[in-house]
């Protein structure tokens, strides 16, 4: 990684965007990471039928358990409290950190030991808990070497995955006590685990993040490779889970058809090597698990994404990162740009739920619409609508159509000369007669036009209408002979 | 033994929709294409007052602006024949999103949907349609990659047409180019919104169309075209890349419209 990090706000998305892009270093080891996963992914997907077979089953898992959210999650708590676990509901990061703290304090726990989760990204909890005194300690290697160089995740599946091993071993040289230079990657993972085997025995509390919570059965469903989640969930006294309310699903059946399509599209995986299914903390007689488990539920935002019908595909997500994988933009820019927890296309159309679309407001327009995040996604977001009605709710300070309330941050990239210039081309394009007087002129005036067009020419020779539109070319063809037997017009 | 199936009239007419950057920047385009269809024994009509499908506004998030400029064509084509449209994602806007901006009236959307239904991509025309014979083009060889633009692949399927089209040409040979259906950075308006990243793309794509020695590209869309030939306008390099309907009327030996048939 280059010596600038980028700004973790996404209002300075086209600055940090610049700098990486001008990195000739970092735009290789992008695209080599990206090609990797891209090539593993369709490796497991070898044929497109079954996987738009495969797809639609999980879109229609996904869909109908958001159509039953409010009856799915009331299930979920009746059944996880009749099997021990705590469930609580946070509206906000406030809210989960407060969450956090208080049974932290409760057992007297200076030290929890984290699997992967991403919500704990979003809530911050790892800096929260510093402020009072708790260390919170990532145990999943690649979020261990970003928690060590003090840096974020920059990929959900792959968190440091713009790190190079050589950063790693200088990393571990300058932070594991003990820990020699070394490059050798096996050797590299062995110290990290050694570090990491102390921290699971002395701590009090194991966090983790959920993939899938089974409202049937009460499951809370945990997927995989490093072994550090089920340690996380099984050594300590207390597990905490923390996750999103749209994680629920309906029925334990649901669970494999959306496992196979995440570990396929995250890492091109048939299966993880773990899969853990969680049911209730330690029970009369077992001699192993934790004796107390909780589960936050966490909205921060997502009830608005769930509100509009129209925003409302953006929950189906099963955070798999495959959009982010094949995305050219996320590949050239990186997921540290983004400047939000979640990066890439996912990032895109869920921030402005998370944040707000003002701070968000480039997001949703740094993509060419190309549709490779909607193509690969395993649960069927339309993730190229969803950003255009993004774009058009940044544009527009009304709820716009089919819209039930304003988002947070409406209007949020509305500029006057924008609006304006639209406005000026609606006049144009949608009267005939003035098109073709524009075009008329423009095609006589165009080597008038600025030989400077912003953000075209910084790499490309400026735009200039052809010397006579088609239009008048054909108008002045001549005319071709009219067959006898009939008598509609032919061209021009 | 089972009938013989009967062969799907071939049109005697044709609509033809230029779309709004080929009519003010790339008109060769639009003509070698209306060549190609007289060619084929087609008569092409050009409705006078067409200007543009509305993308541009609609993928910007002025769905509204655009609505009103899709609304202006919709009269453009009463007789019921196929709209031939040389640029895929213009094709993809009309064939895909049309039905959509106009879902809330019963009536505009009768007429949307019936237009996009008779909408066709001008290569899937010329190779699926009409199945034009090019069997007796110019046979001399060259080599060309094929650029696809991303939504007229994913929304009209142009990169079976385009391979089709070249396949079918004689002495044509198909360079295949690294990330080959990764996006040329265009994006509308993308490209000014975030130029640096879009420059990245294209030039990444041209390296990729450079390396593989070919002496030109093809592409279905004009939009893809004019942010690679004007990046390679700037970089001084002299290959660039065509219209496949140029590149079709050259290899037919067919004379341009404007010298007449
Ligand atoms: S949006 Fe789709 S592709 Fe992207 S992370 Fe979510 S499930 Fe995966």
Redesign the interface.
Known sequence: MSAVRPVADPLAFKDNARIVVADPVLRRSFRGAMDFLTDKRAAQFPDVAGFNRLRALGESIRQYALANLPQLLGQLEERLAERGVHVHWAENAEDANRLFLEIAQRHDAKLMVKGKSMVSEEIELNHRMAEHGIDCVETDMGEYILQLDHDRPSHIIMPAIHKTKEDVARIFAEHIPGAGYTEDVNELIAIGRRALRDKFATAKIGVSGVNFLVAETGSIVLVENEGNGRLSTTVPDVHIAITGIEKVIAKLEHVAPLFTLLTRSATGQAVTTYLNVISGPRREGEKDGPREQHLILLDNGRTQAYREERFRATLQCIRCGACMNHCPVYARVGGLSYGTTYPGPIGAIISPHLMNLESTRDLPTASSLCGACGEVCPVGIPIPDLLMRLREAARHDEPVAQQRKALKGQGGARRMLEVAAWKGWRLVYANSRIYRLVTWLATRCRRLLPGRQAGWTGTRVALRPAPRSLRERLAQRRPTPIPMDDTSKPAA | MSPPVPALPTPR?VY?F?T?V???????A??DA?AVL?HAGL????P?????C?Q????????E?AL??A??QLDLFPEPWPIVVPSGSCAGMIHHHWPRLFA?DAELSKRARDIASRVVEFTDFVVGTLGLDLADADDAPVKVALHTS??AR?EMDTLRSGRAVLAALPGVELAHHDHE???C???????????????????DKLDAIAATGCSTFVSADCGCL??LN??L??RGTPLRGRHVASFLRERLRIAS?????
């Open positions: 007419d033809f230029a709004c080929v009519d003010m920047f790339e008109p060769e639009g003509l209306i007289e008569r092409v009509t050009f006078e007052a067409q200007t543009c509305g541009p506004a609609y993928t910007t998030g002025f769905p602006e009103r400029v609304r202006a809330h991303c939504s994913r259906s990764e996006c950075g265009f994006g509308g308006t993308f490209s000014v919104k975030h130029p640096e990243i879009s420059a990245a793309m294209a030039g004019l942010n004007s990046t306008a700037k419209v404007e010298h007449g048939p």
